[in-house]
């Protein structure tokens, strides 16, 4: 049903979008619980710079990553002559990309999930021998599940979609940078792409419904186990 | 149980110094709202850093500002009761119970969740959640919880200041329980001094961030300063006995107390021998020089007066009748009746004047 070209970009995106939400996880639900949780000197600043994405012109936020991570910079060349990891202007590239883009996402929804948790049941939890780590692995963590989900799934979305910076830090390659939203761009151009850009429109639309039924499905399941029917 | 405390919090618009030695049973700290109770509480269970000072429990230093010493929450092995109970939501009534008691070692454990169970009659809410659970049923689990991490002192933050009146003496024959069967101390903290003189021995009193008074009620009733504040939190005679006999006729029951005297009250349910407590208060009680006839008070039980507190208009009478008793009387009867200290008297009070709970 679907054409090789059509099945080389959904599973591209989905590899991107997948790889980025992995690799921003654990950072994300970091970030949220310092920013809801911990008053340290400079919070202000960290706040800003996680927020910076959602403000910034994609464009930019693209640009200054190819800046920060191409060859010509230290760490661009570290990770080229260390891990032999080249990331401007390959897969890798929109996976940095499309991370930093949803990372604001998650970030939000994690914090909101963990400011509404009630801080006395943690206290309770503590007067009871439970650790700090363990507090966070068996009250905090599942309590702020429902909301953890809703963020990956907007961030896993925002990845799918994300252009402007993908498209400056790993250009327009195919099987490499040219994802669903890159494609129907790139295919709009063209006098008789209209027929593959509905194809790809249509796709995306696939992906996207079939992503929210998911996070809807795994929802239910945690507040069911969570007991909030 | 021996707990040394000599604190201050100092915040800016409160402070709280707090220096007492406490080796009861068990323990209630008394005061009006804003008194500091639940901060000394929180200081204790190390959930509030005190700015200055050290607490001490049973040898072992659980904070001292001036060393840096500061034992984390986690590590105290204590238990702590909140007014809300704070129950993990997520969990069932049995992992709720189980929470701290798995934590321990297996050799740490001194008690057991059936025992738990057993004592606070909890065991048809086991698998239910606790969202589903009432006002008192969730204080009955938040107790179990506490009990089950084995603490060397369990604390009580106002456990019952959430209920209303009929849930409270429902739940309060649970605590006295507690205390009657578990070698465990406690420390309860409530602004309701009927509640406190029903479960605990001894009364440290608080009043705006300072400690006014600390013994037995009879004791401190007899500090002119805390009687009014002693009269706001409901003072109240807690007289222990046995139910001797019942007249279903007369609707009224017998109990003899532990000094072998006895009392007259409405219509109980409890079977003779059962163990009882009667709840007297102060101004339900009158005094009188000799034995009165022709009167249709149903007690009248002989004393001497053990000391007098003068509380502006009124004075509060401490009668020795083999147990301490406290009565109220305005200070103009005091004139007519010409009372001093070690005159004989008569104590007397209602059937109907009398409460009790087994």
Redesign the interface.
Known sequence: MLEAAEREILLLSLQVAGCALCLMLVPGIAAGWLLARRRFPGKAVVDAIVHLPLVLPPVVTGWLLLVLLGHRSALGAWLHDVLGWDIAFNWKGAVAAAAVMGFPLLVRAVRLAIEVI?Q??E??????????W??FAT?TL??AAPGILAGAVLGFARCLGEFGATITIAGNIPGQSRTLPVAIWQYAQMPDGDAMVWRLVCLSIGVSVIALAISEWMSRRIRA????G | MKLEIDIAVERSAFALRVAARIDQRACGIFGPSGAGKSTLLGVL???VRPTRGRVVLDGVVLDDVALGIHC?????????V?Q?G?????LTVSANLQ??YR??HADARRIGLDEVVQLLEIGELLER???TLSGGQRQRVALG??LL?SPRLLLLDEPLAALDHALQQQIIPYLCRVRRQIDIPILHVSHDLGELLQVCDDLLLLDRGAVVGHGTLVEVANQAATIPLLRMGGMVNILRGEVLRHDPSARITEVALLSGAIIVCALRQEGPGTRIDLLVRPDDIALSVGRVSGISLQNQLPGRIAALADAGDRILVTIDMGLPMLAEISSRSADQLGIAVGAPIHVLFKAVAVSGRS
């Open positions: 009630d006395d049941v206290r309770a939890a503590a007067t009871c021998g439970a650790a700090p363990r507090v009250v599942p309590l186990r969570l007991g909030q | 269970a190390g959930l984390p929450v986690h590590r105290r092995q204590l238990g702590v909140f809300q704070h129950l993990l939501p997520h929470f701290g934590l321990l959640s606790p969202r919880r506490a991490c």
